[in-house]
Nanobody, 123 residues
Framework: QVQLVESGGDSVQSGGFLRLSCAASGDTYRRTCMAWFRQGPGKEREGVATIRSDGSTVYADSVKGRFTISQDTAKNTLYLQMNSLKPEETAMYYC?????????????????WGRGTQVTVSS
């Protein structure tokens, strides 16, 4: 069984930055692919970035060049560095995991989720 616990959410000004963390535990096979999703008020949950155990990454077009996903395998922790934040990126940010194979941004293909951490960006 895999457990994911997010942290690092906060309130920031537009243009600011935050680093989110996701502490992972449990079956490493079932968290070979790790991802960040977000869900804003009244919006559907959308994929932000993913990373495989080999370090390869995928980003949503809206965050390319501003967000960086990374992982520290020794600490079993996933990170999301978010720079130049925009008010429309106010959302609950979720960490997710799945086993090998698909490692894209489709939320329906992830079956392990954390409870989320709130990010609020004010203008």
């Amino acid at each position: 069984q895999v457990q994911l616990v997010e942290s690092g959410g906060d309130s920031v000004q537009s243009g600011g930055f935050l680093r989110l963390s996701c502490a992972a535990s449990g079956d490493t096979y079932r968290r070979t692919c790790m991802a960040w999703f977000r869900q804003g008020p009244g919006k559907e949950r959308e994929g932000v970035a993913t990373i495989r155990s080999d370090g390869s990454t995928v980003y949503a077009d809206s965050v390319k060049g501003r967000f960086t996903i990374s992982q520290d395998t020794a600490k079993n922790t996933l990170y999301l560095q978010m720079n130049s934040l925009k008010p429309e990126e106010t959302a609950m940010y979720y960490c997710a995991a799945r086993n090998p194979g698909y490692c894209g941004l489709a939320r329906g293909l992830y079956y392990v989720w954390g409870r989320g951490t709130q990010v609020t960006v004010s203008s």
